[in-house]
């Protein structure tokens, strides 16, 4: 019989069963990357580079690497080790969506999957916003998938899902509440392989999407702003903009 072990963190030790759980929900990452990259030809129909930050396992990298030269930055290490093995010779860089400095210039910017949520602070989101776009050419486009936006948070709810790969079985279970403009989930992973059951529990604070905040910090940061509701996701809206 398997041991038994138990951590806290936040996607460190949940990282490896992280897609396990998205893939069961039938996520369709090749799918999201071709809407991305059919938003980015539309804006900037020339485009040839492309930066994707907050990538975290990178299941939209190797879609966007047929289209672009492409670089992926991320906070989590984890993440990025699970990235390196779905899209071998992708540039990636561990960083802060606030903080990270590249030397290269791209043609177009995303963060998807809601990772611009983890910004609690408004100041943040703002500082995130202007650093992609010092990252883009004149010209260049900045996609990000906001988190919920207010008006769709479905109030305090508990839920659970589960999925299995690779010998790898994997159940989570999460609650979730609101206070104001933050949104806290408590998430418990449960992973079984044929040597060990794994308890991984996980605590993230997220801010939801005021349309309003983002249009401002698109401004500010000298790009024209367009929201696109639902594009990839329900209640999440898609945020476009060209550096002018």
Known sequence: MGGLSSCVVSYEGAARFYDVIHDARGRDA???????????????????????????????????????????????????????????????????????????????????????????????????????????????????????????????????????ADGLAVARASLSSRTGMQCEIEMRYIAATSDAITTVNEYHTMRLSDPDEFANAYSAAGLSFARLPHMLHPGRSFYAGVKQ
Not at 64 to 86: K, N, P, T
Not at 87 to 105: M, N, S, Y
Not at 140 to 160: A, F, M, N, Q
Request: glycine fraction near 12%.
């Open 30 to 164: 090749v799918g999201e990357a071709n809407l991305v990259t059919g938003e980015a030809r539309r804006l900037a129909p020339t485009s040839a580079t492309l930066l994707d930050v907050g990538c975290g396992t990178g299941p939209h990298l190797a879609r966007f690497a047929e289209e672009f030269d492409i670089v992926g930055v991320d906070l989590s290490a984890h993440m990025l080790s699970i990235a390196a093995e779905r899209a071998p010779g992708v540039v990636l860089v561990e960083g802060d969506f606030r903080t990270f400095e590249l030397d290269g210039r791209f043609d177009v910017a995303v963060s998807l999957f809601s990772g611009i949520g983890y910004l609690t602070e408004l100041e943040d989101l703002r500082s995130a916003i202007v650093n992609m776009a010092a990252h883009l050419t004149p010209g260049g486009v900045l996609l990000i998938e906001g988190w919920v936006e207010p008006d769709y948070w479905r109030g305090d709810t508990v839920h659970s899902e589960s999925g299995h």
